[in-house]
């Protein structure tokens, strides 16, 4: 599975990027088979709002300041990023 990652300027997010690249090889969303959105809900919105006409799924990750609509918070999330990347 190719992962896209798009994330908000928060420090947060840019520091989660920064690990996350270190671990998975990110594609752009156009070649991608879903997208990795790092940041609030904000970020999940917009990211789904310029990205919904290529038709793939989001995988929002809380590294921003309200995080209602994202599925995990912190980055103790790697096992389930590694889950999700296979495909789970």
């Known amino acids: 599975m190719k992962l896209a990652c ?3 300027s928060a420090p ?3 520091e989660a990027f920064g690990l ?3 671990r998975y090889t990110f594609v752009a969303p156009e070649e991608a088979d879903a997208i ?3 940041g ?3 970020m999940l919105l917009h990211s789904i709002h310029a ?3 290529l038709g793939l799924p989001f995988f929002g990750m809380n590294r921003g300041t309200v995080g209602n609509g994202t599925d995990l918070s912190g980055f103790s999330c790697s096992p389930s990023m590694r889950d999700f990347s296979k495909g789970f």
């Open 20 to 22: 996350l690249s270190e």
């Open 12 to 14: 947060n997010a840019v």
């Open 36 to 38: 990795v959105v790092l």
């Open 51 to 53: 990205h919904r006409h």
């Open 40 to 42: 609030g809900d904000g």
């Open 6 to 8: 798009v994330h908000s």
